[in-house]
């Protein structure tokens, strides 16, 4: 595996004017020794004036947050971090990679959660290289890469989860996203590690079931949320008609045999369960009649 190593190279402002004063006078000389018909001292000068007119194209510039990765004849010698102008072996080639935080959203992809459900569903990658040499050498299209592997941990992570549920403590897409969110990143961040990147975060930009079953699933979670609601109203109804009864035993307010005690928790658990107020009916006689 290939990593990146830091390559000195010269400040191009120190370099620039020595070559530019080399390749004058070198010129100049060789001018004044053709004139005067020394061809060996023309000819040494000439030499040094092609080398410092091919040293020229060694200059390059590095932007801030860019790195430029140098390869000599095919082999990897550094990488240059340093900003500014720079000079170094006119014979390498320099290529920029940006070291810029970057986001990259994906797709709406189809996938069916852990329960079977298809879903549609698409998250965001906020990602940089960090290793310059792993991108340029260990995969071919480092950005591309990123494409792939990025869905591939999207498409994975839906379907180790449930779009929903009811259940408290249970992992689910739509209802723990800060969870998600960081399993997400760890996927992501692990398949793009060899690649020289970091991810920085990640996180669901899209959840929603896929439009062939959305109506039904729809209709499924009402009546989740119904029988949740009406399961919670029929706990606080029996637990209020317990404290009633207790409290008329203890306090000796009436005395009821258990047909009345039935009627009146019949009665009680009408007023509490009902969806819609309850009619009072004012008994003017006695209990029994």
Not at 138 to 161: G, H, I, M, P, W
Not at 227 to 246: C, F, H, P
Not at 251 to 261: A, C, G, H, M, S
Request: proline share 3%; aromatic share 8%; charged share 20%.
């Amino acid at each position: 595996m290939i990593r990146e190593k830091e390559l000195s190279t010269i400040p191009g402002l120190l370099a620039l004017p020595v070559l530019l004063g080399l390749l004058g006078f070198s010129g100049y000389t060789m001018v004044r020794a053709f004139a005067a018909h020394d061809l060996i001292f023309g000819f040494g000068w000439g030499l040094v004036a092609v080398v410092s007119l091919i040293s020229l194209f060694g200059f390059f510039v590095v932007n801030p947050n860019q790195g430029r990765v140098l390869q000599l004849f095919g082999g990897y010698v550094g990488t240059c971090r340093a900003e500014g102008l720079r000079w170094a072996n006119p014979f390498y080639t320099k290529r920029r990679i940006s070291l810029r935080i970057r986001n990259f959203e994906s797709g709406h992809l189809k996938v069916n959660d852990s329960d079977g459900n298809p879903i549609d569903i698409a998250a965001i990658v906020v990602w940089k290289v960090v290793d310059t040499a792993e991108a340029c050498f260990e995969v071919d299209d480092y950005e591309n890469y990123l494409k792939v592997q990025s869905e591939a941990a999207v498409r994975n992570l839906a379907t180790r989860y449930p779009y929903d549920t009811h259940e408290e403590g249970q992992i689910s897409l739509r209802g723990s996203t800060a969870a998600v969110a960081k399993d997400l990143r760890a996927e992501v961040h692990e398949r793009l590690a060899k690649a020289g990147v970091e991810v920085i975060e990640a996180r669901l930009s899209h959840l929603a079931y896929a439009p062939e079953i959305a109506a039904a699933m729809l209709q499924r979670q009402q009546a989740g949320a119904i029988i949740a609601a009406r399961t919670r109203i029929v706990d606080g109804a029996v637990g209020m008609v317990e404290m009633a009864l207790q409290r008329l035993s203890s306090k000796n307010i009436v005395t009821l045999d258990e047909e009345r005690k039935a009627a009146m928790v019949s009665n009680l658990l009408v007023v509490l369960c009902g969806e819609r107020a309850a009619q009072p009916v004012v008994n003017t006689g006695t209990i029994y009649q």
